[in-house]
């Protein structure tokens, strides 16, 4: 129950928009109440933090190991309690009809030794490692370049030279400023891991935002302009605007990938054939005469045997976001497979390393649902592991543009 998993792949990782007066009106009436206490003794515990996770709502507990915050839009969030010496706790929570909730939590007691948290050493080249991490995990953007993670020595970073992966891990959570967007972080990694061989990364944790004090008038407007802009193109603008049939509106072109068999490619049966009656001639004449021929035909046929068997083609009709749901009037995605997203009202940054086959100078990205996913008004959508990104969101969606739950654009 970990907040929302980013899959990233690096080949070639709802409802409002229309309805934001809606919801913060109707945002009034939803609340979180309870109590924490020891498992083990059933005592109450004063002060833990208790919030959901991906926002910056939230509260600490009283005296009394009691909590309640409300006045937050209707959705589905991960309810986290985080104390020093006890485990993390989660429980999601479903907003949508159940505005009010009561939740009472027991927390568990750490054992003193920590021998079964399985952590990887440190290997050598940290520095380089690190740069590594920071790229995959804060971003390579405008935005990314303004962050600072605090405690970058409480991460351990392991490179696995049989598996060509790097993978990552952090007892305390990584504290981190955002000053492009105003935000600082309590990031509770989870899971980070980057198969080189893949080019697929995973990264899993809990966020906990929480609003910078401006020192001057002008660093507020900075950060609404920016988070506007982050917003804007999102994939969490996406996923909201997808139930309301509001993506064409909002500069988001959608169509449908359909992977069908490679018609430039010879059928696989006919080179199998092909080569090994190839094989077994060059076998033969290998000391009678010259091989020339069929080393050339034997070249022939293992290129047409390393072509991709199936390839990508876009259908022609742009989406509304209904169509995905296939007549349901709730809120599953029942379609599996791929889309690509193209955000017609911006470019992409200059920095990004545009893919040899792309001449687009807008946003393009892949959306990959794997199977159906619930969504959410908030933004949130589960199973988290459900989607993977591919292209300018695989690239963008990092730490560095990422916004909570909780934001809502300013009106125009």
Not at 83 to 89: K, N, Q, V, W
Request: charged letters at 25%.
């Amino acid at each position: 129950m970990f907040t929302n998993p980013k899959i990233y792949r690096r080949s070639s990782f709802l409802f409002l928009i229309g309805c934001f007066v809606a919801v913060a009106s109707s945002a009034q009436n939803t609340r979180v109440s309870g109590r924490v206490v020891d498992a083990e003794t059933n005592e109450p515990i004063p002060y833990v933090n208790v919030f959901f996770a991906n926002t910056s709502i939230g509260a600490s507990t009283d005296a009394e190991g009691n909590f309640t915050f409300g006045r937050f839009a209707p959705g589905k969030y991960d309810l986290t309690v985080t104390y020093i010496g006890y485990a993390t706790f989660q429980q999601t929570l479903d907003f949508t009809l159940q505005r009010e909730q009561v939740v009472n939590v027991a927390i568990q007691i750490l054992p003193k030794k920590l021998n079964e948290i399985v952590v990887k050493p440190d290997t050598t080249g940290w520095a380089r490692n690190y740069r590594e991490f920071k790229r995959l995990f804060l971003g390579e953007t405008a935005s990314s370049r303004q962050c600072k993670i605090l405690n970058a020595h409480d991460i351990h970073l392991f490179r696995d030279s049989q598996t060509n992966s790097l993978v990552a891990h952090a007892l305390q959570p990584l504290q981190i400023e955002n000053r492009a967007l105003g935000y600082t972080l309590q990031y509770y990694l989870i899971q980070f891991e980057v198969n080189y061989t893949t080019g697929n990364t995973l990264i899993y944790g809990i966020p906990q935002y929480k609003e910078m004090r401006p020192e001057r008038k002008s660093d507020s407007l900075r950060w609404v302009r920016a988070r506007k802009r982050a917003y804007e193109g999102s994939m969490l603008q996406f996923v909201r605007l997808i139930q309301s049939n509001g993506l064409k509106t909002h500069g988001f072109e959608v169509r449908i990938v359909r992977e069908i068999p490679n018609p430039l490619r010879m059928e696989q049966a006919l080179i199998d054939v092909s080569l090994a009656r190839l094989n077994k001639r060059m076998q033969a004449e290998l000391l009678t005469g010259s091989t020339r021929k069929i080393e050339d035909s034997i070249a022939f046929y293992m290129a047409e045997n390393r072509k991709p068997r199936k390839v990508d083609v876009l259908e022609n009709t742009l989406l509304t976001g209904r169509e995905l749901f296939q007549g349901r009037t709730d809120s599953l995605v029942n379609y599996i497979g791929k889309l690509q997203v193209c955000y017609r009202r911006e470019n992409k940054e200059s920095n990004y390393p545009v893919p040899m086959d792309e001449v687009d100078t807008r946003q393009n990205s892949v959306i990959h649902f794997t199977e159906p996913v619930r969504l959410y008004a908030n933004g949130f959508f589960d199973p988290p592991k459900g989607i993977f990104l591919e292209k300018y969101w695989a690239w963008s969606e990092k730490i560095g543009d990422m916004l909570p739950l909780d934001y809502l654009p300013p009106e125009d």
